[in-house]
């Protein structure tokens, strides 16, 4: 199974700032993922990120807010834009193994002051 | 559209005790069903998952078997340990970059 890492873990970032988050997979996987995890929530897919090209985003989110890049087919970030209280969740990036299993990485625990 | 309803929590049971963990789902194909867990500040981590009808998946103790004619894929896991302390998280997957999520149920084994 696909072994995914991200950093950082964790971070506590001021109103208004942007926070780029890795995402790095040990092996090929197929298609890669960015969710949101709000507190004491169900994950909700944010985009896939596609190499190459621009990401496909999901309804109610856009790419000035979270932009994406993948470069390579092990590697995408993710950025939280201009930050709010709001966007404090856990952000959690997957990568999709054959067809229908993805493995999910540890998360970024993110907290918006 | 795709739907996952999972029991609500927490769940509070004595070590040893047995476990099960609804879960129904609504598709409008032949999806594949799967369990994840989420240990405390921990991300998701894959515990089974069933591709077809009657398959049964089956991870550190645990199981659920893919019914497809009631459309559940129920966890159980005979003797609950403080360690299966988490979230868990029925899920299905129809395509590959669709995954639909249950709202999880927390575990909480007390010794």
């Known amino acids: 199974s696909a072994v995914i890492s991200q950093k950082p873990s964790r971070d506590i970032c001021q109103r208004g700032t942007s926070l780029t988050i890795q995402c790095q997979v040990d092996?090929?996987?197929?298609?890669m993922f960015w969710y949101r995890q709000q507190p004491g929530q169900s994950l909700t897919l944010i985009a896939t990120?596609?190499?190459?090209?621009?990401?496909?985003?999901e309804s109610g989110f856009v790419i000035d807010k979270f932009p994406i890049s993948r470069p390579n087919l092990t590697f995408s970030t993710l950025t939280v834009s201009n930050m709010s209280p709001e966007d404090s969740s856990i952000y959690l990036c997957?990568?999709?193994?054959?067809?229908?299993?993805?493995?999910f990485g540890p998360g970024t625990r993110l907290t918006v002051l | 559209g795709n739907s996952v309803t999972q029991m609500e929590g927490p769940v509070t049971l004595s070590e040893e005790a047995f476990l099960t963990i609804n879960c129904t789902y609504t598709?409008?194909?032949?999806?594949?069903l799967f369990w994840y867990v989420q240990y405390p500040g921990e991300g998701l981590q894959l515990l089974l998952k069933?591709?077809?009808?009657?398959d049964k998946g089956s991870n550190k103790g645990f199981e659920a078997t893919y019914r497809k004619e009631t459309t559940s894929f129920h966890l159980e896991k005979g003797s609950v340990q403080v360690s299966d302390s988490a979230v868990y998280f029925c899920?299905?997957?129809?395509?590959?970059?669709?995954?639909?999520f249950g709202i999880g149920t927390k575990l909480q084994v007390i010794p």
């Open positions: 069933a591709t077809k009808a009657d």
């Open positions: 990120a596609n190499q190459g090209s621009e990401a496909t985003y």
């Open positions: 997957s990568g999709l193994e054959g067809t229908d299993t993805q493995y």
């Open positions: 092996s090929q996987v197929t298609m």
């Open positions: 899920a299905l997957s129809d395509r590959p970059q669709k995954v639909t």
């Open positions: 598709a409008t194909g032949y999806p594949s």
